[in-house]
């Protein structure tokens, strides 16, 4: 086999893999619904803020 072609079938090989890299990644960032997204980023920024994190249910029933 010559070089090229081992060169050729690993570089397919490398882009079959990150496209499976890529898709996963997808699919999980996809199966958060917005207020989960919400809920994660609030809680992300008090952790940097050091306060705690909003209570949604008390969010929710203050809009009832």
């Known amino acids: ?9 690993a570089g397919l090989a490398g882009v079959a893999a ?3 890299v890529l898709a ?3 699919r999980r960032r996809r199966a958060y619904t917005p207020d989960e997204i919400r809920e994660r980023l609030h ?9 705690p994190a ?3 249910d008390a969010e929710a ?3 009832r």
């Open 1 to 9: 086999m010559r070089w090229w072609k081992v060169a050729g079938l």
């Open 18 to 20: 990150t496209g499976v």
């Open 24 to 26: 996963r990644q997808e």
């Open 43 to 51: 809680a992300r920024v008090s952790e940097t803020a050091g306060t």
């Open 54 to 56: 909003p209570d949604p």
């Open 61 to 63: 029933g203050a809009e």
